[in-house]
């Protein structure tokens, strides 16, 4: 069974710009997470999705969003980007059910890069 | 709010000897505890969790809720066992982690 599978792998953009990026879940997988790590911050979470909905947001402004389609992948968008935007944004899938369910398979991750 | 704290940044021990990393948490509810460890150049993997109960590559965590910690064990290191190590609450549906802490296993 394929793993999670994040593209691009690595992404360099200026100030300003926006930028998507992408997330296939493991397949049946109907819950995927996305989190953004720093080394000054380590991992925070973004939000979840199951079932195209929003489940749950972390603390970040609405310049990150995200979306998910019918077979579960999932977007994630960022908008006027700013330096401090700079991180790696893992993803993560699960198939969503509470149990064994919970249990979250990670991404390689996208390197994004704010020059 | 879900707060989980690994004190250590760094934990540096020879070959043989015992490891301990430590975790601590803070949530009104019932929590779901795991271990998340990422070695070099691989992706973030799952180590243990705490309903399971279970030794996963001779490591054992076992929830403490009196003193709200749970806490990574292995009798004795391997230098395969050089990581980092992420101790993570779920509470809810939102999965926090604690900011890690560097293993390292000195032959």
């Known amino acids: 069974k394929a793993g999670v599978t994040q593209t691009p792998r690595y992404l360099i953009k200026t100030r300003g710009q926006q930028v998507t990026l992408s997330c296939s879940p493991i397949?049946?997988?109907?819950?995927v997470s996305w989190y953004q790590q720093t080394p000054g911050q380590g991992l925070q979470f973004l939000f979840e999705?199951?079932?195209?909905?929003?489940?749950n947001k972390g603390n970040f402004p609405g310049r990150f969003s995200g979306r998910q389609f019918s077979n579960s992948r999932s977007e994630m968008n960022v908008s006027t980007l700013e330096l401090g935007d700079s991180a790696l944004y893992l993803c993560?899938?699960?198939?969503?059910?509470?149990?064994?369910?919970?249990?979250?398979?990670f991404g390689a991750g996208t390197r994004l890069s704010v020059l | 709010a879900q707060r989980v704290t690994q004190p250590e940044k760094l934990l540096s021990v020879f070959k043989g000897a015992p490891v301990e990393l430590k975790c601590n948490y803070s949530?009104?509810?019932?929590?779901?505890l795991f271990w998340y460890v990422q070695y070099s150049r691989q992706r973030l993997q799952l180590l243990l969790r705490?309903?399971s109960r279970e030794s996963i590559k001779g490591f054992t965590a076992d929830l403490n809720k009196g003193e709200t910690s749970f806490h990574l064990k292995k009798p004795f290191a391997q230098e395969e066992d050089s990581a980092m190590y992420y101790c993570?609450?779920?509470?809810?549906?939102?999965?926090?982690f604690g900011a890690g802490t560097i293993l390292r296993v000195k032959s």
């Open positions: 705490h309903i």
């Open positions: 993570a609450l779920k509470g809810g549906n939102k999965l926090v």
């Open positions: 949530y009104s509810g019932s929590p779901e």
């Open positions: 999705y199951f079932s195209e909905t929003q489940r």
């Open positions: 993560a899938s699960s198939l969503g059910a509470q149990g064994a369910g919970n249990i979250q398979y």
């Open positions: 397949s049946g997988h109907r819950s």
